[in-house]
């Protein structure tokens, strides 16, 4: 049966079978965060359709592949150790016009998994790369915990220890964006003081566990009280936390911007010259600083 106009088949292949792209195909196949059936049938096409599979984990995709009852094709290993050597071998199937899918234990490839440099070194030979998009613990956590998705910011894993995590929190402290973070279990209370220490503990944050599966909970509160929560029963699974953006700075008073534009004047800055200067250094509108100027 041919597809509708103006789509591809399901698979992914043209009408004729001819496969997409003259060197092969590159497609990245979002798998299940938890509840399996969140695989979706455009994932399981692409699955058995592919020539051969790059995946994290033999064992964890071969039961997938057995649930979705798919003949298990050549697998991969590609993970953060094998990444780097795997990507030439990777390219020497797409090359023979191979079609290759790309999957991670669970999620969307590329996103704090493998995959990324795989996608960069066939994009830059040539190769067309596709996305069967799915199940993403960022968009599912970030949406239930009730705080602004209109601006959001994903930061992964924090640096677990030395300079880089303190430096992180520290940049992190007037970012206004809603911030997503992955952790591990054993490490979170110390992610959580830490979060507290920097941002400030009346932050507010949910937690998100075991997203999609039998135990699925989100606790909702402040830094401080995530902390009291955590410590008293330490959570199993999976986490992602989503802690709230730097509210608003209150804007500076006039008797603040006044103060800012008699020193810039006593020091001979014409009028217009000190309302930019003291405009730029307060982040107040321009219009206002002038108009403060010109009355002094």
Same mark, same amino acid.
């Given at each position: 049966?041919?597809?509708?106009?103006?789509?591809?088949?399901?698979?992914?292949?043209? +009408?004729?079978?001819?496969?997409? !792209?003259?060197?092969?195909?590159?497609?990245?196949?979002?798998?299940?965060?938890?509840?399996?059936?969140?695989?979706?049938? &455009?994932?399981?096409?692409?699955?058995?359709?592919?020539? /051969?599979?790059?995946?994290?984990?033999?064992?964890?995709?071969?039961?997938?592949?057995?649930?979705?009852?798919?003949? $298990?094709?050549?697998?991969?290993?590609?993970?953060?150790?094998?990444?780097?050597?795997?990507?030439?071998?990777?390219?020497? @199937?797409?090359?023979?016009?191979?079609?290759?899918?790309?999957?991670?234990?669970?999620?969307?490839?590329?996103?704090?998994?493998?995959?990324? &440099?795989? +996608?960069?070194?066939?994009?830059?030979?040539? *190769?067309?790369?596709? +996305?069967?998009?799915?199940?993403?613990?960022?968009?599912?956590?970030?949406?239930?915990?009730?705080?602004?998705?209109?601006?959001?910011?994903?930061?992964?894993?924090?640096?677990?220890?030395?300079?880089?995590?303190?430096?992180?929190? @520290?940049?992190?402290?007037?970012?206004? &964006?809603?911030?997503?973070?992955?952790?591990?279990? *054993? $490490?979170?209370? $110390?992610?959580?003081?830490?979060? !507290?220490?920097?941002?400030? $503990?009346?932050?507010?944050?949910?937690?998100?566990?075991?997203?999609?599966?039998? *135990?699925?909970?989100?606790?909702?509160?402040?830094?401080?009280?995530?902390?009291?929560?955590?410590?008293?029963?330490?959570?199993?699974?999976?986490? +992602?936390?989503?802690?709230?953006?730097?509210?608003? /700075?209150?804007?500076?008073?006039?008797?603040?911007?006044?103060?800012?534009?008699?020193?810039?004047?006593?020091?001979?800055?014409?009028?217009?010259?000190?309302?930019?200067?003291? /405009?730029?250094?307060?982040?107040?509108? @321009?219009?206002?600083?002038?108009?403060?100027?010109?009355?002094?």
């Amino acid at each position: 049966m041919s597809a509708p106009p103006g789509e591809e088949p399901p698979d992914g292949r043209a +009408v004729s079978g001819r496969r997409l !792209g003259e060197q092969g195909v590159l497609v990245l196949v979002a798998t299940p965060i938890g509840n399996l059936g969140d695989l979706s049938a &455009r994932a399981v096409a692409a699955l058995a359709g592919a020539d /051969a599979i790059a995946c994290e984990d033999t064992r964890r995709t071969g039961r997938l592949l057995a649930y979705a009852g798919i003949a $298990r094709p050549k697998l991969l290993v590609v993970n953060d150790h094998t990444e780097a050597a795997q990507a030439s071998a990777v390219l020497a @199937r797409l090359d023979q016009g191979q079609r290759i899918a790309v999957v991670t234990d669970a999620g969307t490839p590329g996103i704090s998994d493998p995959g990324e &440099r795989l +996608v960069r070194a066939a994009a830059a030979a040539g *190769h067309t790369v596709q +996305v069967v998009p799915g199940p993403s613990a960022v968009i599912a956590a970030l949406v239930a915990s009730g705080l602004p998705t209109g601006r959001f910011c994903f930061e992964g894993f924090l640096a677990r220890k030395g300079s880089g995590r303190a430096e992180r929190l @520290r940049e992190l402290a007037s970012e206004r &964006r809603t911030m997503v973070f992955y952790e591990a279990p *054993h $490490r979170l209370v $110390r992610t959580l003081d830490d979060l !507290g220490t920097a941002l400030g $503990r009346d932050r507010p944050v949910a937690v998100a566990r075991e997203l999609t599966k039998l *135990h699925e909970q989100v606790w909702r509160g402040d830094l401080a009280g995530a902390l009291v929560w955590a410590c008293a029963a330490p959570p199993r699974g999976e986490l +992602v936390l989503v802690v709230a953006g730097a509210p608003e /700075a209150a804007a500076p008073a006039d008797r603040e911007v006044a103060d800012e534009l008699r020193a810039e004047l006593a020091a001979g800055a014409s009028t217009r010259d000190a309302a930019d200067t003291v /405009a730029r250094r307060l982040g107040v509108a @321009r219009r206002r600083a002038y108009e403060l100027a010109t009355r002094l």
